[in-house]
Each structure stands twice: as C-alpha cells, then as structure tokens.
C-alpha cells in the first residue's frame, strides 16, 4: 500500500526548465514522446519534473495519462504528485484501472483524495472500493460529507441518487432577488458548478425552481416565489440514469432536480453527468450487439477477457449446428452440384450482413423508444419492403454473374430466388427478433445477435439448396 506524502519540491531558480512537450500529437492521439518522459520521471522518482510535465492538466487529460501508464507506474505517479494530484482524474479511467489503482493506496489516501471532489465523482470513486474499505475512508470524512455520500451510495447502482451531486443551492420563497444574490456572494462553500437556485419549503420537499438567467434579470425587492417555476424538471432519486438521460436528452435540460419518494430535495444532476450516462449505454450497446460484456475494458486481463467472451462464441457454435444440419438434409443436391457449395457462402454472407443491419437499427431504436407498438407494423412493412428490393437488386447482380460463372443461367436463376428469399427473412428477422425479445423483457442488445445468425443461415441455406433441389429435379 503507498501513502501520498507531499513532494512537491520548492522552485529553483538555478534549475533548467523541463523542455515542454506536448501532450498529444497533431492527430490527437497520446504523444508517445510525452510518454516516455513521463515514465522516466516516474522511474527516477523526479517528483519536480513529472510535476512539470503534467502543470495544468485538465482532469481528463490526467486520466489518459494514467491509462497509458504501465499499470506498477500508476500509484507512483499519485505518490509523487502528492497533494497536487487531481483525484477527478480517477473519475476519467476504465473501472478496472481505478479498482487497480485503489488498491494500492492507504485509505488515508484516498479519504484526502475525495474530500475536495464534488459528491457525484467522489461517489464515483467510492463505488469501487471493498464495503471494508469503502467504511473506513467515510469514517475519516467530516460528518456531513459522510452522510451525504452514504446517502448517495444506498441508491441502486446506475440510479439519479448515484449520479447526482449533493451540492445545490435552495432558498426559501419568501427570499427576495436581493437576499438570494447577496446569499451567493458571501457563501464560501457553493457548488462548483450550478445553473438554477431550487425553492424548498421548511420540510425540505422540492416548490419550485428559478433559473440563474431570470433571477439576473429580476429587480432586488422581487421574491423567489413571484419568478419560480412552480414546475421544475425533476427526477426521483431511485429512477434508472439511462430514463433520467432520456428526459435531458428530449426537453434539451442541463440541470434537474433530485428528489426523493417524498418529493424532498436530496440533490441534483447536470448535463455533464447526463453526458457520461449517453456515452455509457451506448458503449454498452454496441459491445452487448457483438456479444460482448457491457463492462469489457481494453485495461482487463487476457483471462477475464476470453471467460466473457466464450459464452457467446459456444452459444454461435451450437447454434451453428442447426445450419449444419439443414446443409446435411442437402447433402445429395451439393455432391450432385458443387457449385452449390461454393456460392453458399455468398448466401450465407449475404444474409447474415442484412439481418444485423436490421437488428443494429432495431435495438437502438428500441433503447431510445423510438419503436414501440405504435409504429412497429409500419417499422416492419418499410424494412419487408427494404429486404425485398435488395433482393431484387442483388439477384440481378448475383444472378448474372453466377451464370456468366458457371455457364448455366439454371444457377444464376436459383441463386436469384434464393437472394430474395433470405433478404428478406433476414429483414424480418433483424427486427422481430429484437421486438419479441423486448417483449418478453429480455434485452434485446444481449440476446438478439445469436438468434438472429441463426435465423439468417438457416434460412439462407434452406432457400437456396431447397429452391436449387427443386429446381434441378423438376
């Protein structure tokens, strides 16, 4: 375990400058140069050069570092930086680099760390210690911090309670302009950032809201309750991020109201989180469509990486075997006729191409409720209609070349009709698939993929090799 100690060297006026080097190159990506400075300071223990190379790093930019970092460089580098580590940047970081590095460091550390940082990163941090250890650094926390952010931690995971920040502003109704502006100007302690003052009642339960522009523009002796907005955006603090970002999302919102089951004001949310929430599910998304973990991290072990990885691979290769068994019902046709086998794969190919752009389509609109019951019939007609026309246009194409190719217009023909068939099963299936999975409750992200594969080979193989079997026995 390492324990920060303030390193931080006093300025030397007979040292030499540390040449600036810039953090990212011009394509944007980590200068490898700064990089490999870095490392070496971190190596040499050069606590006054590492403090050079990274004065006035954003957060951000200080997470990137500590990605690109080896991961035994990591906690060096919070050490040597001592006091002036921005623990924010913990908050930029894949969760398995943070857990890593967290690990590392005393609790005391970390309990410094997070008392300056606004309740919702330092929730963020928090999140991923051990129950053992996250108790012991809220025990080193003053009293109101602590039951703010215990409060904060006993909200589901991935809830408004976990994103919001406990810092706002609020203010009686009877207030006036006046006493609220002054209110701001001498309070020490205000949140970092914020964009409207709530109005509470003495119970604390949420009346109103004004926002920072209309109170400006309001004249001194005019009360809050005279300009508030006696319906403010609000969520409930148990409510799920990714409804709470749909709501930003459609009313254009960069701030909200978090209340709790009573309707008391317990904090609030900002489009900033709200960001992070968008980026996340998509991210989440797109790997669970590609039959991967939604918390998969370039940062995780080989190990880790192939245990989440093979359920998926084992449930395709099962499924694999259903289109193997319709090729075996075939077996006579494909000795008869090998050019059969070889423009199976096209089919295949084809098909399977088709169904995922359905489904992609699908899934996403289905996790934004752009599809629904209300448009599904018509969503179903325009993609049936879609997968025919392709079909049309790629048996042409298809069918031309295959009976320039083989000399016989017979499989031209067949790999035609078999391209409008699995085209459109295809289209079909893209998207009941994910439908019927929503309605079952069952996340179509996660399980349409293997279902669809298999819909489309199967039918794909089915058409050609029955439609050719067919054809060449009639």
């Known amino acids: 375990m390492l324990e920060v100690e303030d390193k931080t060297p006093l300025p030397k006026s007979d040292e030499p400058a540390t040449e600036a080097l810039a953090f990212r190159d011009e394509e944007g990506e980590l200068n490898p140069e700064f990089l490999a400075a870095a490392a070496d300071a971190i190596e040499a223990s050069e606590a006054d050069r590492l403090q050079q190379l990274v004065e006035g790093f954003h957060e951000s930019e200080l997470g990137d570092l500590l990605e690109a970092l080896e991961p035994d460089q990591r906690p060096r580098l919070i050490e040597l930086l001592g006091r002036s580590f921005d623990f924010a940047a913990l908050t930029e970081v894949d969760e398995?680099?943070?857990?890593?590095?967290?690990?590392?460091?005393?609790?005391?550390?970390?309990?410094?760390g997070v008392?300056?940082?606004?309740?919702?990163?330092?929730?963020?941090i928090l999140e991923s210690l051990p129950e053992e250890e996250k108790a012991e650094v809220l025990e080193q926390l003053p009293a109101i911090e602590r039951v703010a952010l215990q409060r904060s931690l006993d909200y589901?995971?991935?809830?408004?309670?976990?994103?919001?920040?406990?810092?706002?502003?609020a203010v009686p109704p009877f207030w006036t302009v006046g006493q609220t502006i002054d209110f701001m100007r001498e309070t020490a302690d205000?949140?970092?950032?914020?964009?409207?003052?709530?109005?509470?009642?003495?119970?604390?339960?949420?009346?109103?809201a004004v926002a920072l522009d209309r109170l400006l523009r309001s004249k001194r002796p005019v009360t809050i309750?005279?300009?508030?907005?006696?319906?403010p955006d609000r969520v409930k603090a148990t409510e799920h991020q990714e409804e709470v970002a749909r709501l930003f999302e459609r009313y254009n919102l960069v701030s909200a109201a978090v209340v709790d089951e009573a309707g008391?004001?317990?904090?609030?949310?900002?489009?900033?989180?709200?960001?992070?929430?968008?980026?996340?599910?998509?991210?989440?998304?797109?790997?669970?469509?590609?039959?991967?973990?939604?918390?998969e991290e370039l940062s995780d072990t080989v190990l880790y990486t192939q245990r989440s990885r093979f359920p998926w691979l084992f449930a395709n290769m099962c499924t694999a075997f259903l289109a193997a068994g319709v090729i075996r019902v075939f077996e006579e046709s494909l000795e008869r006729m090998v050019a059969l086998a070889i423009l199976m794969?096209?089919?295949?190919?084809?098909?399977?191409?088709?169904?995922?752009?359905?489904?992609t389509v699908a899934v996403r609109a289905l996790a934004t409720r752009e599809l629904g019951r209300a448009n599904a019939w018509r969503i179903i007609r325009r993609e049936a209609a879609v997968g025919i026309l392709n079909g049309l246009v790629f048996a042409v194409i298809l069918g031309t070349v295959a009976s320039v190719w083989f000399q016989s217009p017979q499989i031209g023909l067949v790999i035609g009709l078999a391209l409008i068939s699995v085209l459109l099963f295809a289209a079909l299936g893209g998207?009941?698939?994910?439908l019927t999975l929503n309605r079952f409750g069952v996340d179509p992200a996660v399980s349409s993929g293997p279902f669809v594969t298999s819909i489309t080979d199967i039918v794909g193989f089915f058409s050609f090799l029955g439609i050719a079997t067919v054809w060449f026995r009639l």
């Open 264 to 295: 008391r004001l317990v904090g609030a949310i900002l489009v900033d989180d709200i960001v992070d929430v968008l980026e996340e599910e998509a991210d989440a998304d797109i790997k669970q469509l590609g039959g991967v973990k939604s918390d």
């Open 225 to 231: 309750q005279e300009i508030m907005d006696d319906e």
């Open 115 to 124: 008392r300056d940082l606004d309740s919702d990163d330092a929730v963020t």
């Open 345 to 359: 794969p096209i089919v295949a190919s084809m098909g399977g191409n088709a169904g995922t752009q359905t489904m």
């Open 96 to 112: 398995a680099v943070r857990e890593e590095i967290l690990e590392e460091l005393e609790t005391s550390t970390v309990a410094e």
């Open 190 to 208: 205000l949140p970092e950032t914020f964009y409207e003052i709530f109005v509470i009642d003495p119970a604390g339960h949420l009346l109103g």
């Open 431 to 434: 998207i009941f698939v994910p």
């Open 156 to 169: 589901p995971e991935d809830s408004a309670g976990r994103r919001m920040q406990t810092e706002f502003i």
